[in-house]
Nanobody, 115 residues
Framework: QVQLVESGGGLVQAGGSLRLSCAAS????????MGWYRQAPGKQRELVAP???????NCPDSVKERFTLFRDNIKDTVDLQMNSLKPEDTGVYYC?????????WGQGTQVTVSS
């Protein structure tokens, strides 16, 4: 089963940006679609990227214009660019397969946004 390692989290002020990275133990081309998920304190884990366009609710509306997933099939990495961060973006961020998380969850990377 593929191992996933997330990195790049940290403490950032509201309005700032962070770029998270996910490294896979094997080719992400062979894995297929990948996504980023987060778990805020006291809440269930939710998908934050990629988000469907239009009226779909697969992601929180608050992230749709601010979070972007980047995929590098050569480096076998999947990044999450987060802009205009808000305190409510605080949580542990994970990568996994998309649209269903079928892989083992890694340790995630903590993102804390201060107001």
């Amino acid at each position: 089963q593929v191992q996933l390692v997330e990195s790049g989290g940290g403490l950032v002020q509201a309005g700032g940006s962070l770029r998270l990275s996910c490294a896979a133990s094997r080719s992400i081309f062979s894995i297929g679609a990948m996504g980023w998920y987060r778990q805020a304190p006291g809440k269930q884990r939710e998908l934050v990227a990629p988000c469907a366009t239009g009226g779909s609710t697969n992601c929180p509306d608050s992230v749709k214009e601010r979070f972007t997933l980047f995929r590098d099939n050569i480096k076998d990495t999947v990044d999450l660019q987060m802009n205009s961060l808000k305190p409510e973006d605080t949580g542990v961020y994970y990568c996994n397969t998309f649209p269903e998380p079928r892989g083992s969850w890694g340790q995630g990377t903590q993102v804390t946004v201060s107001s």
